[in-house]
């Protein structure tokens, strides 16, 4: 069966790094990463398409946050810096399953499009 695994999240203070880590059970297409604060929707994070070329941020984490995979290993990586409190969410690792004929260049970014999800990781950063 499909397996998505989290960790990494963990307290930080603001300013501080953490670094999330996905293992997923297969090869997946895009694969990208979302978080959802408290009373607050799920919003899209990260993302990376198969080849690793195209990469997908919103706009408040540009600069601060760097999206990476390992094929080999199928993992994905986000390394978080200079974290904010308004960083503070539940993140979750989400996987697309491939599809389309440009499945290997493109990064998706809306939630719809991904198959599988992870339990999520806290990542809280305090003041």
């Known amino acids: 069966q499909v397996q998505l695994v989290e960790s990494g999240g963990g307290l930080v203070q603001a300013g501080g790094s953490l670094r999330l880590s996905c293992a997923a059970s297969?090869?997946?297409?895009?694969m990208g990463w979302f978080r959802q604060a408290p009373g607050k929707e799920r919003e899209f994070v990260a993302a990376?398409?198969?080849?690793?070329?195209?990469?997908s941020y919103v706009d408040g984490v540009k600069g601060r946050f760097t999206i990476s995979r390992d094929n080999a290993e199928n993992t994905v990586i986000l390394q978080m810096n200079t974290l904010k409190p308004e960083d503070t969410a539940v993140y979750y690792c989400?996987?697309?399953?491939?599809?389309?004929?440009?499945?290997?260049?493109?990064?998706?970014?809306?939630?719809?499009?991904?198959?599988?999800w992870g339990q999520g990781t806290q990542v809280t950063v305090s003041s």
């Open positions: 990376i398409s198969w080849e690793a070329s195209t990469k």
């Open positions: 297969r090869t997946f297409g895009s």
């Open positions: 989400a996987a697309a399953t491939p599809r389309g004929s440009i499945w290997r260049t493109i990064a998706r970014d809306i939630a719809q499009d991904y198959d599988y």
